[in-house]
């Protein structure tokens, strides 16, 4: 079974500047798919960015990147010039390629809660 | 286009009771999956639904169950609620069943039990 683990219950940032949230994940498997997810104050899980883990180029989503890190598995989202808006829990998910009776499920780390500061 | 919704927003119950929640997928997408997330963790896969079908199923006992409707929309039901039962669920939909499409989440509904 896989494990997801984030290291950083809380962070906080000064708006403007820039954060890294930080992922480590256990799995066996070669292809898989990772995650962040970021989930504001009002509950809602929105999609932040999205990495193949067949793909060597690291993700970029404008102000949100990736530094996928395969053979240490290892996956930190940073986030550039931090608005007070992204002030969020942050969720790293794992996703299998592999068929089996689990479906195409997310697991979930513990999440970091992200405060940027003005 | 629709997002994810689903209802109640909250709900109170007694240990014992029965519950349904539900959740009406986005537009266009056939594939739901439900997910438990306890208090100050991640959430956790209790099943999805494709087509009307069960695809998928975490850990979770068999008092957990499911239906997803012809028009996509879909039920979770808990029988017999036990305090740790008390979370926040959210649903999730997807176009389809491929692995990593993305799942678009609803605002959840948040189950207190007593």
């Known amino acids: 079974a896989q494990t997801v683990t984030q290291s950083q219950p809380e962070m906080s940032v000064q708006e403007a500047e820039t954060v890294t949230l930080s992922c480590t994940y256990d799995?066996?498997?070669?292809?898989?798919?990772l995650f962040w997810y970021k989930q504001p104050p009002s509950r809602q899980m929105i999609l932040v960015i999205r990495?193949?883990?067949?793909?060597?180029q690291n993700a970029t989503e404008n102000r949100f990147s990736v530094n996928f890190q395969k053979a240490a598995k290892s996956f930190s989202l940073k986030i550039s010039d931090s608005q007070l808006g992204d002030t969020a829990m942050y969720f790293c998910?794992?996703?299998?390629?592999?068929?089996?009776?689990?479906?195409?499920?997310?697991?979930f780390g513990g999440g970091t809660r992200l405060m940027v500061k003005p | 286009e629709t997002g994810v919704t689903q209802s109640p927003t909250h709900l109170i119950k007694t240990r014992g009771q029965q519950v349904t929640l539900r959740c009406s997928s986005q537009s266009g997408h056939n594939t739901v999956s439900w997910y438990q997330q306890a208090l100050g963790q991640g959430p956790q896969f209790i099943f999805q639904y494709y087509r009307e079908e069960e695809n998928g199923r975490g850990n979770f006992p068999p008092r957990f169950s499911g239906l997803q409707f012809p028009n996509y929309s879909s039920e979770l039901n808990v029988n017999a609620l036990e305090l740790d039962d008390s979370a926040l669920y959210l649903c999730?939909?997807?176009?389809?069943?491929?692995?990593?499409?993305?799942?678009?989440f609803g605002p959840g509904t948040r189950l207190t039990v007593l």
């Open positions: 990495q193949e883990a067949y793909k060597q």
């Open positions: 999730a939909s997807s176009l389809d069943a491929s692995r990593g499409n993305e799942q678009f």
């Open positions: 998910a794992f996703m299998s390629l592999i068929p089996n009776n689990a479906g195409n499920m997310l697991t």
């Open positions: 799995t066996s498997e070669n292809n898989y798919y």
